[in-house]
């Protein structure tokens, strides 16, 4: 039986993860935040259930004795408070603690390790980003995802480790928090209030999240190394996508663009170009021409 380690599966991404995950011939370690381990249902996969108040201050040590028999680590914990993660100073100290734990992988003879990036690392002014775009993180966020990927593409291997690493774009979906795009539409459609928007022409890479976690999974019991993009390859415009949530309430005459001032700096278009179409069953076959193809001859398609 393979014994995975799950790092953040109480948070949006981790969950679906955990529930992609949930076979018989599968045994599940998590480690979760002191306080959220109710949140965890039981199931027949579940190994050990470890809490800590805090696992980016958790020693080499700690993390080597959570590591024993682990064939391999899925981490997706991060900080990611909305409106905050992307300039917090706790971004380093994710990086540091996530050394630590890829260190004590190592230690204690892990064979493969799933790291959780953001699209955030490339270079955004590119639009259409495949692995092969340029890095050029602009955020502390970004830029501590960037340097753990880089440290620990060049140090695993030769620790005899797989990585690879799995860059996630614009996720939505349950359990979202309540602060994001989807969920604030949401509550104001079910409330009969008014959505007030930006101008809506940014475009966009959305993917459900559950669908984020199931290719994840897949990724994490392949072979595959190196970069990969979870996205949709389907490029959609902030307004086409607010108005396909509206249709599901007939409300779209309470989307309000252009109330909110556009961010000067939100990258006009963030588009992705997926690279393990040809590993994982029932992927979206999106090549780079019919994305580019989609956002210049329409400004987006609906999903």
């Given at each position: 039986?393979?014994?995975?380690?799950?790092?953040?599966?109480?948070?949006?991404?981790?969950?679906?993860?955990?529930?992609?995950?949930?076979?018989?011939?599968?045994?599940?370690?998590l480690?979760?935040r002191?306080?959220?381990?109710?949140?965890?249902?039981?199931?027949?996969?579940?190994?050990?259930?470890?809490?800590?108040?805090?696992?980016?201050?958790?020693?080499?040590?700690?993390?080597?004795?959570?590591?024993?028999?682990?064939?391999?680590?899925?981490?997706?914990?991060?900080?990611?408070?909305?409106?905050?993660?992307?300039?917090?100073?706790?971004?380093?100290?994710?990086?540091?603690?996530?050394?630590?734990?890829?260190?004590?992988?190592?230690?204690?003879?892990?064979?493969?390790?799933?790291?959780?990036?953001?699209?955030?690392?490339?270079?955004?002014?590119?639009?259409?980003?495949?692995?092969?775009?340029?890095?050029?993180?602009?955020?502390?966020y970004?830029?501590?995802?960037?340097?753990?990927?880089?440290?620990?593409?060049?140090?695993?291997?030769?620790?005899?480790?797989?990585?690879?690493?799995?860059?996630?774009?614009?996720?939505?979906?349950?359990?979202?928090?309540?602060?994001?795009?989807?969920?604030?539409?949401?509550?104001?459609?079910?409330?009969g209030?008014?959505?007030?928007?930006?101008?809506?022409k940014?475009?966009?890479?959305f993917?459900?999240?559950?669908?984020?976690?199931?290719?994840?999974?897949?990724?994490?019991?392949?072979?595959?190394?190196?970069?990969?993009?979870?996205?949709?390859?389907?490029?959609?415009?902030?307004?086409?996508?607010?108005?396909?949530?509206?249709?599901?309430?007939?409300?779209?005459?309470?989307?309000?663009?252009?109330?909110?001032?556009?961010?000067?700096?939100?990258?006009?278009?963030?588009?992705?170009?997926?690279n393990i179409?040809?590993?994982?069953?029932?992927?979206?076959?999106?090549?780079?021409?019919?994305?580019?193809?989609?956002?210049?001859?329409?400004?987006?398609?609906?999903?």
């Amino acid at each position: 039986m393979r014994r995975i380690l799950i790092t953040g599966a109480t948070g949006f991404v981790g969950r679906q993860i955990l529930n992609a995950l949930d076979r018989p011939e599968i045994a599940l370690d998590l480690i979760v935040r002191t306080g959220k381990e109710h949140q965890i249902t039981e199931r027949g996969c579940l190994g050990r259930v470890k809490t800590s108040p805090d696992i980016f201050s958790e020693s080499e040590e700690w993390w080597a004795e959570q590591c024993q028999g682990i064939d391999t680590i899925i981490h997706a914990a991060w900080y990611a408070e909305p409106g905050k993660y992307l300039q917090s100073p706790l971004n380093m100290e994710c990086l540091q603690g996530s050394l630590r734990l890829a260190k004590a992988a190592a230690q204690a003879g892990v064979r493969r390790f799933v790291g959780i990036g953001t699209c955030f690392e490339y270079d955004t002014s590119k639009a259409v980003l495949s692995v092969d775009t340029p890095l050029r993180p602009s955020t502390p966020y970004a830029a501590a995802k960037a340097a753990l990927f880089f440290g620990l593409s060049n140090w695993l291997h030769t620790q005899s480790v797989e990585f690879v690493w799995c860059r996630l774009f614009y996720l939505y979906g349950i359990g979202e928090d309540k602060r994001r795009l989807v969920p604030y539409i949401r509550h104001q459609l079910e409330n009969g209030q008014p959505a007030q928007l930006t101008s809506g022409k940014q475009i966009r890479d959305f993917l459900d999240v559950e669908q984020a976690g199931k290719k994840i999974a897949e990724i994490a019991l392949s072979d595959i190394t190196g970069p990969v993009n979870i996205c949709s390859g389907i490029p959609v415009t902030v307004r086409q996508f607010a108005e396909h949530i509206a249709d599901q309430y007939g409300q779209r005459n309470l989307l309000q663009f252009g109330k909110r001032i556009d961010n000067i700096t939100d990258p006009p278009c963030i588009v992705g170009i997926s690279n393990i179409n040809n590993y994982i069953p029932d992927y979206p076959q999106r090549s780079a021409s019919f994305t580019q193809g989609a956002i210049l001859g329409a400004g987006g398609i609906t999903p």
